[in-house]
């Protein structure tokens, strides 16, 4: 199929957890023929440098801008907000292009670029790096945010009638962010308000696909009251074959060699490892980090755990309850990375079977594009929200702790989960499985791809 090579910016919300997943719609773009302009700050910047690698220079380029200074201690919304005064130097830039993008694809956070958009005569796509039930939970969270912090019992369960099937959550499990919502403050009420914006936009892209949340999605067209909702994910190779040199480098270069750790895996039988991970964002406390060590070491598994790093590639955690006793007495079976690590190299490994993770939707994707069983651990924000994805709408993950970043869980017991999770034979095994190849062989990603990009031709034909 041939396509218009139209211009499109692509504006990710500053943190790698989200630019990881716009930089992969990016590259299916760049393969589909789209010319690419990404918004980028510059401590940012090397997060681009393995796409830039691979594809030819007309193909993307940048536009770095600084973001905003903001005072110690500022809010979540505050910095959400702040992204705001980007606002005039995109339409300067705009204005002064000789060939400007006839779309703006950014990131559900950044809802104002949709009266951006409008400004500028050029249709905004809001692009979710979670899922539609993601997305239907935290709008009607925002959307009945006063009546839900009304209820003082933090253990009150709020059921949203409007999703299928009919999701209960308890009140302090909703959402981090609304529970600090103040009504009347400014930058939260930008915040709440972008969410709203994003429903009011062109279309909606999520790094998502039919097979995994087709009712969902489904739901999410009727309430936006069109078609224009893709579901292009994930934007991940789900052949083993296919993991290139991009997908080894995306999200930054790992502190260990993945040769390294790709010949430590080599050496252990197949679907015998557990990969722990927490993500970028998560960490755990003293209590939790020994706990966890504890469990892993009593549990018998060859696993590897990898340990967070800032943004700024400084290790950060509870490195005590990692002595150098512990390496030594697990040093057989446990691989240790202190920063980044080729996470999807890693959950690609026939050796891995398992995936204890904290239930961020990039490493939710990539355990399904991998076919493993994943243990829950969620932390905050929307993990919460995935964990219940996968253990009671799809019935593929299995609850390795309670919900909430200051529960400690018992050592001996999740010690058994380990342990059972990868000598045994759980349902959610095969479900994953089957779910995986349903993934695999569905091809509505491909076709919503193909679908998304044709209509941005099109944008360009009504603009030429």
Known sequence: MAFSGAHVLLFP????????????????????NL???ILVTPQNLPL???IRAIHPSDSIQTLCLSFPELPAGSSFAARVRATSEFYNPIVDWFRTHPSPPVAIISDFFLGWTHE?????????????????FTCLVISHTWSNVEEILSTTNENSLITFTNIPNTPE??????????SQFKKGDPDWEFLRGGYFENMKSWGVVFNSCREVEGVFIDRVKKEMGHDRVWAVGPLLPLDNNLVGPYYFQRGGSSVMPRDEVMTWLDDKADDSVVYVSFGSGAMLTRQQADALATALECSGVNFVWCWRIQEDGHVVGNEGAVTKEYV?????????????????????HPAVSVFLTHCGWNSVLEGISSKVLMLTWPMGADQFISAELLINQLKVGIRACEDGCHVVPDSVELAHILSDSVSGAPPQKERMSKLHDSVQKGGSSSQDLDAFVKQIGQLQNETS
């Open 169 to 178: 959550y308890p009140r302090w499990k909703v959402s981090t962010l609304s």
């Open 116 to 132: 951006l958009a409008c400004r500028l005569g050029v249709r905004r796509i809001a692009f979710w790096p979670s899922g539609a």
């Open 35 to 37: 010319k690419l302009t």
């Open 13 to 32: 919300f500053p943190t790698a957890g989200h630019i990881i997943p716009l930089l992969d719609l990016a590259n299916h773009l760049i393969n589909h």
């Open 328 to 348: 030594n007495r697990v040093a057989n079976r446990g691989l240790i990375i202190k920063g980044w690590a080729p996470q999807v190299a890693i959950l690609s």
């Open 48 to 50: 681009l440098e393995p």
